[in-house]
């Protein structure tokens, strides 16, 4: 199993920018996929989006699509969520996780990261 480690949250006002890492620790890079999750106050956790073992394929959630990009640098085995045109409604903490294929259902991950929390300001 791997351990992942997220990083990058913070307070930026709304249409400001973050960049989260999620290293990983264990089992090398390539072996899994990664996703992205969120969970605001109140509200039960929802995809945002994952990538593809080599990165070669990703998938958003609609809300965030044309502003957030997913990558990945499998030498460093890390991976990226960048977040742009942030918006008050993306407030949420933010979850990494690997699993053996890419996936919306947050079922198909079997290692999470601890969360890191992003709060965009109005």
């Known amino acids: 199993q791997v351990q992942l480690v997220e990083s990058g949250g913070g307070l930026v006002q709304a249409g400001g920018s973050l960049r989260l890492s999620c290293a990983a620790r264990g089992r090398t890079s390539s072996t899994y996929a990664m996703g992205w999750f969120r969970q605001a106050p109140g509200k039960e956790r929802e995809f945002v989006g994952a990538?593809?073992?080599?990165?070669?394929?990703?998938i958003y959630t609609d809300s965030v699509k044309g502003r957030f990009t997913i990558s990945r640098d499998n030498a460093k085995n890390t991976g990226y969520l960048q977040m742009n045109s942030l918006k008050p409604e993306d407030t949420a903490v933010y979850y990494c996780a690997a699993g053996s294929i890419m996936s919306m259902q947050s079922a198909v991950y079997n290692s999470w990261g601890q969360g890191t929390q992003v709060t965009v300001s109005s």
């Open positions: 990538i593809s073992r080599y990165g070669g394929n990703t």
